[in-house]
């Protein structure tokens, strides 16, 4: 059996395969076929691969030669005209959202899984992309605010006077906020974080930050970790709470997420009317409508002077490292649909692999994505 390995378009960096992975693989009695230069802004050249075992070639070659095809982000409509119909692609394509591409998945006959509709269970743990990718978010969401913040992020004391330590607030304390914690306070900032968990209070602590309760808050614990729908009575008080410590911040980091839906929108353009000049926001949640009323995926907007930066792909800034995690949590899932002879084994009664696909033999699998498709005019 053969496992193809696509270049990602641009901006994406990232690879879904790099050479040490290549290498594992081979170990399963698999062929690699990767797409030239697939590697090249990772930091992996064609002879790495090849070294590692892999075949490079064209793209048109992988996706007609292999029986898995690896692409992080959607294929193009040209890609379509080549693809093995039988074949089996793997990549994040948040479903929920792109009904349109759903739908001509299903025609052609393919099987997708997506791998961000991953069941979140302690069995997954070591296959879960959304948390090994939302731990770069993090890192570099605070080192891109270092970046833009014209002040330091520490306390100094100087013999011209003491400079005061920067103030974060962080929204939502899931994989990329405690991250993001965990960066600001070793940069020596002030950091006050809000969670409608208060299950995450303790790691939040623990980390050296400041926990904002707001009362009343819906219960999350079911949520995969991620955000809930809340009750008008709560969202008045959250509101009300997040504009006092939005006022005082340096920094902001926003990760609010609900699956499938908007992210909720929590600072509003009068609450970022009264942070000061040379505040910055980085809205994580930019992809899915972003955590603020002002943010554009993908662009900085600059509102009375804070600079909000709407960026959901900054694992793309870590391209090696990220690639590596990705790529351990791909061979990680590809365990449950390879067999030890090394053929293609799609086992539906295995609740991660099932999960996980969203299209298989010409229809769509899961009934959250036909539901919103259903729903579409």
Partial sequence: MIVGVLKESFPETRVSFLPEHVTLLKKWNVEVVVEHNAGITAFATNDTYIVSGATVASREEVLKTAAIILSINNFSENDIAFINKTAVVLGVYQPLFNYSSINNWAALGITVFSMDMLPRTTRAQGMDVLSSQANISG??????????????????????????????????????????????????????????????????????AKFIEVEGAADASKAGGYAVEQSEEFLQRQKAKIAESVAKADIIITTAQIPGKKAPVLITTSMMEAMKNGSVIIDLAAATGGNTELTKNDETVIHHGVSIVGNSGLPSG??????????????????????????LNLNFEDDLVKGTCIVHEGKITNERIQAAVNAQP
């Fill in 139 to 208: 890192y570099k969401a605070v080192l891109t605010a270092a970046n833009l913040f014209p002040k330091y992020f520490p306390m100094f004391m100087t013999a011209a006077g003491t400079i005061p330590p920067a103030k974060m607030l962080i929204l939502g304390a899931g994989v990329a906020g405690l991250q993001a914690i965990a960066t600001g306070r070793r940069l020596g900032a002030v950091v006050e974080v809000f969670d409608t968990r208060p299950a995450v209070k303790e790691e939040v602590m623990s980390l050296g």
């Fill in 318 to 343: 870590m391209p090696s490292d990220a690639s590596k995690l990705y790529g351990k949590n791909i061979l990680n899932f590809l365990q449950l649909v390879i067999s030890k002879e090394g053929t």
